[in-house]
């Protein structure tokens, strides 16, 4: 959910007409979710690339790097796949620590970014083209994969994503994924004070919608509970080893979005879910 200036000038090209509630199927969310990230692509790597950097691995937007925290270990030598990949700085940082890291995205755009990233740095990692509810990858073909705010919360079903990151992991591989904290969706989409009054009840899991003129979603964006993030882990074959929110950093000022210093002292912004292919 989104009222900044970038985010009107993508509604405008797609149309955008209404904001509100309703079901969605995958095939609708995922034209959507296609031609959002294509219209958005530009503005977003305008307004975020210099904190994401070319080739840097930063979870969220509270700052956290791999590099510190080291959630997925060492990753020389290893096959690491990152979901919803953007503009692909992660899997570069990861191509840079001696991993084998590709970075799949289903939006053309962002990949655009993503190859003149490579091209930037002369790094050489595949970017691929597609759907994380439909991965083109042999199974056991990973030994890591990671998602940063990426695919996650714009897909119909989490369950069905993680069954597919479990099929293309090897046995005991870690799958570890930031998304924006559950507890959010209970605010308004503000960095400012109308952002710390409750008015969504977090239990009503009706994903949020903007449509055209003609009632077509034009982005979807889905909300899960803590613990229906835990069970379709579980479910999967996944063994959650940890839950990460990260506290806001003293001394940064950044906002992004509905990311600020205010909101970011009160309440957390980022969950980051570490798990492992337990079976």
């Not at 692909?88 to 940082?93: F, I, V």
């Not at 990973?142 to 990151?165: H, K, L, M, R, W």
Request: hydrophobic share 40%; with cysteine.
């Amino acid at each position: 959910m989104h009222p900044d200036d970038r985010h009107e000038r993508a509604q405008d090209r797609l149309g955008t007409a209404e904001v509100g509630y309703r079901p969605v199927d995958e095939g609708e969310a995922t034209a959507a979710n296609l031609a959002w990230w294509d219209a958005d692509a530009d503005d977003y790597q305008a307004e975020h690339g210099t904190f994401l950097g070319d080739a840097d691995f930063v979870w969220c937007p509270e700052g956290l790097r791999e590099a510190d925290a080291g959630f997925l270990g060492d990753v020389a030598g290893k096959r690491v796949l990152e979901v919803g990949c953007g503009q692909a700085a992660c899997a570069r940082w990861l191509a840079g620590a001696g991993a084998r890291a590709i970075g799949l995205d289903l939006s053309g755009g962002m990949l655009r970014h993503a190859r003149e990233g490579n091209e930037r740095t002369g790094a050489d990692v595949p970017l691929v083209q597609a759907s994380a509810e439909h991965l083109p990858f042999t199974g056991g073909t990973f030994d890591a994969a990671c998602s940063a705010f990426g695919a996650v919360p714009f897909v119909t079903s989490i369950a069905t994503v993680f069954a597919e990151v479990h099929r293309v992991l090897a046995p005991g591989a870690p799958w570890v994924f930031a998304v924006t904290h559950p507890m959010r969706w209970i605010f308004p989409d503000d960095p400012g004070p109308l952002g710390l009054t409750a008015t969504q009840p977090y239990f009503d899991r009706t994903p949020y919608v903007e449509v055209d003129d003609d009632g077509t979603a034009t982005y979807v964006e889905y909300h899960r509970t803590l613990g229906d993030y835990v069970r379709a882990l579980d479910a999967t074959g996944f063994r959650l080893t940890d839950l990460v929110e990260p506290e806001w950093p003293e001394g940064h000022t950044r906002v992004w979005g509905q990311w600020s210093p205010l909101r970011g002292k009160l309440f957390p912004g980022t969950a980051i879910f570490r798990s492992e292919r337990d079976r």
